[in-house]
């Protein structure tokens, strides 16, 4: 599924927005997203699940093509955690 398909299933359920205000609502949800994200926040969406800023601390990797050690620094990343009602 991409934003494209959210958009035309807002549209074909929601009978008084154009395709434009749809996608357009799309866009707004997904961009909050990506902000709350971006600033460390948690976004939790209830019955769909969680979306954590988790910060991996610097540690010691391996390139794999020459065996060489190297450092690599700490960063966020984004994990997600299903809710109970999406396991099947």
């Known amino acids: 599924m991409i934003k494209a398909d959210l958009a035309r299933l807002v549209y074909a359920r929601h ?4 395709y434009r205000e749809a996608k357009a609502m799309v866009e707004l949800v997904i961009d909050q997203v990506k902000d709350r994200l971006r600033s460390a926040e948690s976004v939790k969406l209830t019955g769909f699940g969680s979306f954590n800023v988790v910060r991996r601390r610097e540690r010691t990797g391996r390139n794999p093509q020459t065996g060489e050690t190297i450092r690599l ?7 997600f955690k299903p809710s109970k009602q999406l396991k099947f």
């Open 73 to 79: 620094k700490s960063r966020n990343y984004i994990s």
């Open 15 to 18: 009978g008084g927005v154009s």
